[in-house]
C-alpha cells in the first residue's frame, strides 16, 4: 500500500512540473529522475553523426571488447559536444545502445557527474563550486551575486542566450578557494574548453561575467593580484634560498670526500 501511494504522488509531481514546461527542466537538472519535456524526452531521435561514429571507434578501441561500458564517460562527452553542450535523455540511451547495457547505467553516470549538463545552458556555462573548501569561502554569495545580476535561476539561461549557472564539485585547487570555471562554447561546443577563475568574490565575478559578454576572456586563475598562481600573498616567508645538503653520519664516506 506504501508502494502504491508513493507512486501515485511522485505521478502527481510529474503531472505537475509537465504543466510548466521550463519549470521542469530546471526541476529535473537537480534531481536524479527524468521528467519528459518537448525538447528532452525518450521518444526524440538521436545519434552519433558520421564524424562522431568513427571517434565513437576510436574511443572503444581503447577498451577490451567486453569492457565496453568503460567507455561510457569519454562517449557521454562526445555525445553533449555533438549536441550543443548538453545532454539529453535520447543521447543517453545512444550511448547505452553503443556500450550494450541498459539505459539507467548510463544515466547514473550522467546525474552524478556535474561536468554533464541535462539542460540547455548559454554560450558561457558558468559553474561555481559548491565543496566544502569553497562555500566556506563564500561560493554560496558569489553564486547568488551572479544569479541576481543576470536575472536568472540555477540551470536557467539567459535571454540572449549568452549564459546560464549551475553548480560543479571540487574543481581540485581548494587552497584558491572560492572559485568558478566558465565551460566556454563560444567557438562552438565541440572542442569546448573550461576557464578556471580562483580567489573569487562576487564584485569580481561580475566583472568576469560582464569581460564575457563584451567578447573579452579574462586572465584565469587566481583574481587576487597579491598572489602567483597558489603561492601565499606577499610571497613566500621560507624556503628562500636553496636547500642545505643534510649532515653527513658517515664519518667514513665523509673523510672520503
Not at 581548494?174 to 568574490?201: F, H, I, R
Not at 568576469?208 to 586563475?221: D, L, T
Request: hydrophobic share 35%.
Amino acid at each position: 500500500m506504501f508502494a502504491r501511494l508513493s507512486a501515485q504522488r511522485l505521478n502527481e509531481i510529474r503531472t505537475a512540473f509537465r504543466r510548466t514546461p521550463q519549470a521542469s527542466r530546471s526541476f529535473s537538472t537537480a534531481l536524479n529522475y527524468h521528467i519528459d519535456s518537448p525538447d528532452n524526452n525518450p521518444d526524440l531521435p538521436w545519434e552519433f553523426n558520421d564524424t562522431n561514429k568513427e571517434k565513437v571507434k576510436e574511443i572503444l578501441s581503447f577498451y577490451p571488447s567486453n569492457y565496453k561500458q568503460s567507455a561510457v564517460i569519454p562517449l557521454l562527452d562526445l555525445a553533449q559536444q555533438q549536441n550543443g553542450g548538453w545532454l539529453p535523455v535520447s543521447a543517453m540511451n545512444a550511448v547505452a545502445k553503443v556500450i550494450e547495457v541498459a539505459p539507467i547505467r548510463v544515466f547514473e553516470v550522467a546525474t552524478f557527474y556535474t561536468m554533464f549538463n541535462r539542460t540547455k545552458v548559454g554560450k558561457y556555462h558558468l559553474l561555481v563550486c559548491g565543496t566544502t573548501p569553497c562555500m566556506i569561502r563564500g561560493s554560496r554569495g558569489i553564486e547568488e551575486a551572479i544569479l541576481k545580476h543576470l536575472g536568472v535561476k540555477r540551470n536557467e539561461v539567459t535571454k540572449d542566450g549568452l549564459f546560464s549557472v549551475g553548480e560543479m564539485e571540487c574543481m581540485g585547487c581548494c587552497v584558491n578557494a572560492p572559485m568558478m570555471t566558465v565551460a566556454d562554447y563560444s567557438n562552438g561546443s565541440e572542442g569546448y574548453k573550461y576557464n578556471y577563475y580562483e580567489d573569487l568574490t562576487p564584485k569580481r565575478a561580475v566583472e568576469i561575467v560582464e569581460a564575457f559578454r563584451k567578447g573579452e576572456k579574462p586572465q584565469r586563475g587566481t583574481q587576487n593580484p597579491g598572489r602567483i598562481n597558489c603561492g601565499p600573498e606577499g610571497g613566500n616567508t621560507t624556503l628562500l634560498g636553496e636547500p642545505k645538503a643534510p649532515p653527513c653520519r658517515d664519518l667514513d664516506a665523509c673523510s672520503a670526500e
